[in-house]
């Protein structure tokens, strides 16, 4: 099973701040097969970015994915103070796997 | 929209089994596979397993396979998990969401559903 890692595990800014988030995962992920999502206290899930760079519909352009291999970031170009959550990254490459998390605090 | 509306909340003494539904709105449950994912306090999203309700195809996590059942009912626009021989390690909130277009990611989900294992 690919194991994700996310780093930091807390991240505190102000806002207009650059965010940049971190997940690594035990093996190479294939075909951009890795997603990020948002998860506010009391809600579920909600998927910002998928393929590694592809934003969701709806999701602002602040937010953008990169990366490749086993190595993928989220940044947030200009936090906003509705950006405070836990972000999580997700591989679907054959098998389905989550990191632990970022929390965000804005 | 599409929507995915879950049971309530419920509560289990060890041993029991408990089954949560996951009504879909918006859209054709035959056309996309739905998951099931969980969560238990502090811990990360684990995957337990996804139905296509199209044909039926059915596939578990392998920590849960044996005592996790994944059905759906066409009809009534509703997928179901049911979980058995419950254990405190499956005090969790069970969300299910719906896999886009045969790849991984998830969109929408439900609004989780808290199962609490408890004697």
């Known amino acids: 099973e690919t194991v994700l890692t996310q780093s930091p595990g807390t991240l505190s800014l102000s806002p207009g701040e650059r965010a940049t988030l971190s997940c690594r995962a035990s093996q190479n992920i294939g075909n951009n097969r890795f997603a990020w999502y948002q998860q506010k206290p009391g809600q579920a899930p909600r998927v910002l970015i998928y393929h590694v760079s592809n934003k969701a519909t709806g999701i602002p352009d602040r937010f953008s994915g990169s990366g490749s291999g086993t190595e993928f970031n989220l940044t947030i170009s200009r936090l906003e103070p509705e950006d405070s959550a836990v972000y999580f990254c997700q591989q679907y490459d054959g098998s389905f796997s989550f990191g632990p998390g970022t929390k965000v605090d804005i | 929209q599409v929507q995915l509306v879950q049971s309530g909340a419920e509560v289990k003494k060890p041993g029991a089994s408990v089954k949560v539904s996951c009504k879909a709105s918006?859209?054709?449950?035959?056309?996309?596979?739905m998951h099931w994912v969980r969560q238990a306090p502090g811990q990360r999203l684990e995957w337990v397993g996804w139905i296509y309700a199209g044909n039926g195809d059915t596939q578990y996590s392998q920590k849960l396979q044996g005592r996790v059942t994944i059905t759906t009912d066409k009809s009534a626009s509703t997928v179901y998990m049911e979980l058995t021989s419950l254990t405190s390690e499956d005090s969790a909130i069970y969300y299910c969401a719906r896999n886009v277009a045969g790849t991984g990611w998830y969109d929408p989900w439900g609004q989780g559903t808290l199962v609490t294992v408890s004697s």
């Open positions: 918006g859209y054709t449950l035959s056309s996309y596979a």
